[in-house]
């Protein structure tokens, strides 16, 4: 994990049965647990590694209902509600920054997509709008390049990753949930056709739920129980400088480069689109159900055979036994080592659009594996076939600002309630009926 990620105090023993098991201790699996213990259910959280430790740190903080796929508006204006008052409501800074979050280009393809954009986010009533090529360049004070314009959310904002989820955690457990760390579950336990529990490295839990909230490694687990998940996952790099000047106080991307204030007074940096794309056993599975968005996006990917095709969360595994150590506990924690180059390009174009960052340090970088779906929203989502099994996976790289929204969903699915907001378009039938995969809108 980047090294900023805190460490929280859990559970060391895992009960012998409990209402809810939810796997996974992401912002998925922890703001279900959370949401879950505020109805009043009893949750165990599980996790194979340390809270947050992947993708839930890795990424750069971005919480933004600006450019998203239309499918996901009503659950992210949500989330950023959730966002806004969850401060208060668990007494303790959750890092949380509604400073809005701007995009500016040179490229007229870039500016006609926003607009396009904006034209259908008027009837979701939000403050979004476009930028004159004049409101672009104050925006982005400093810069020696021309915009020819922009797009800003004033409302979206940023929150720290290495602190955020953890404060959470800490939350769930005040509310009575059990988390335990280092306590892989190696499989679900089916009665008569439904869920009766967990088989965990630790034991076994009787249950009547289980939550797969794995990232990405939820594909894996749900195959040895005959389930079909989707996933395409690629490696991304993001990095963070030491404290800089304040050129803005939210996210700004512009082409080449997506940077977010950090509150510690540095920049995390990220680049949108780039990354690496390790051809594996999974990969090849699913691959015809990527090409709509592999044409697409693939431009800014690196694609080779490495190590992730003989381990990791898309290597060929043999059906495991329960009694035997699992892929999760085997390969506990995804690696972590940033791509150099992409390092190197991040500076380079920061530097070149904010000749002030010259000098300004790098002190760490890494990478976190984005698990995708082939439609680039998540599944969230009952599993027809399975009762008592519910999926909150695939969030596609955009999961951190949507996180604490999908919590609440996903424990209305588990609670059989009204749901905060439709969950048709996060159906799991979508992806695996043989229907058309709809193209991904997220920008
Ligand atoms: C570089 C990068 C930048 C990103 N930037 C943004 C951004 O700015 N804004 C945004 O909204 N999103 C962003 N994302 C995406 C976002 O981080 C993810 O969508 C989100 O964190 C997913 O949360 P999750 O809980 O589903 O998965 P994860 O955080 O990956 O958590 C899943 C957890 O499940 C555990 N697990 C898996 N299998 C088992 C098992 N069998 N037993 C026990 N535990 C198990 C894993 O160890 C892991 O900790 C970014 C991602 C990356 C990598």
Known sequence: MPSDLLKIDVDQDIPASTEVVVVGGGVIGVATAYELARKGVQVVLLEKGRIADEQSSRNWGWCRKQNRDEREIPLIK?????????????????????????????????????????????????DCRMLSAREAQSMAKGTTKQWLGGANSPTDGRAEPGCAVPFLAQAARRAGVIIVQHCAVRGVELSAGRVSGVYTEKGHITCQTVVCAGGAWSSLFLRRLGISLPQASVYSTA???????????????????????????????????????????QGMRYAPKFIPMMKERHGGLKIRIGKSFFEGPEAWYRKWSYDEASPFERFRILPLRAEDSLVAEAEKVMVSTFPELKGVKIEEAWS???????????????????????????????????????????????????????????RHARLVDGSAIQRPGMM
């Open 78 to 126: 949500y989330s950023l509600q959730r966002w806004v008052e969850i401060s208060e409501e668990i007494g303790r800074d959750i890092s949380f920054r509604a400073s809005g979050i701007t995009y500016v280009s040179d490229k007229q393809a870039d500016v006609d997509q926003w607009e396009a954009w904006n034209q259908m986010a008027k009837a979701y009533d939000m």
């Open 239 to 281: 990095l963070r400088t030491g404290p800089a000047p304040e050129i803005f106080t939210g996210g700004l991307s512009v082409p080449g480069v997506a940077m977010r204030r950090r509150i510690d007074g540095g920049y995390t940096l990220g680049l949108g689109g780039r990354g690496r794309l390790d051809i594996t056993p």
């Open 368 to 426: 976190g594996l984005i698990d995708s779906t082939p439609d680039g929203v998540p599944v969230i989502s009952a599993v027809d076939d399975i009762p008592g099994l519910i999926i909150s996976s695939g969030y596609s790289g955009h999961g951190f600002g949507i996180g604490l929204g999908a919590g609440r969903l996903t424990a209305d699915l588990v609670c059989n309630d009204t749901t905060v907001v439709d969950a048709t378009p996060f």
